[in-house]
């Protein structure tokens, strides 16, 4: 993938670089091994303080002008996205009653828990 970027990689050429990297299973395993980087460096520093009146994380982009703008910038996950997005449309879409809202949300946030119960130790 040298010379390139990140998002122009082909499946063939991101397994080549986790082989390379050292993960002999490929692109699978390389991704758990960042996912559980970045689950437990975001549990260990990536809090931030707030003193209960606002905080930096309750701003939005100058550019964020729908709800993908929003995902994008908070670099949310599929999961985190599809909870995001039921959230914001809770009851109002036509072919999403609150019942199936929920669920969907119920189902999304499953999703995420077993995903990040992989890489924490309890």
Same mark, same amino acid.
């Given at each position: 993938?040298?010379? +390139? !970027?990140?998002?122009?990689?082909?499946?063939?050429?991101?397994?080549?670089?986790? +082989?390379?990297?050292?993960?002999?299973?490929?692109?699978?395993?390389?991704?758990?091994?960042?996912?559980?980087?970045?689950?437990?460096? !975001?549990?260990?520093?990536?809090?931030?303080?707030?003193?209960?009146?606002?905080?930096? #994380? #309750?701003?939005?982009?100058?550019?964020?002008?729908?709800?993908?703008?929003?995902?994008?910038?908070?670099?949310?996950?599929?999961?985190?996205?599809?909870?995001? !997005?039921?959230?914001?449309?809770?009851?109002?879409?036509?072919?999403?009653?609150?019942? !199936?809202?929920? +669920?969907?949300?119920?189902?999304?946030?499953?999703?995420?828990?077993?995903?990040?119960?992989?890489?924490?130790? +309890?």
């Amino acid at each position: 993938m040298q010379g +390139k !970027r990140l998002n122009d990689g082909t499946p063939g050429e991101w397994d080549e670089a986790a +082989k390379a990297a050292g993960w002999e299973d490929g692109f699978e395993d390389f991704s758990d091994k960042v996912d559980a980087i970045l689950i437990k460096n !975001r549990l260990l520093y990536g809090k931030e303080k707030s003193d209960g009146s606002s905080a930096n #994380y #309750y701003k939005l982009p100058n550019d964020a002008n729908e709800l993908q703008d929003l995902i994008s910038a908070k670099n949310m996950n599929a999961q985190i996205g599809e909870i995001f !997005r039921e959230c914001y449309r809770y009851g109002q879409a036509s072919h999403s009653d609150e019942l !199936r809202g929920i +669920k969907k949300i119920l189902f999304y946030a499953n999703a995420e828990l077993a995903r990040i119960e992989k890489y924490v130790k +309890k």
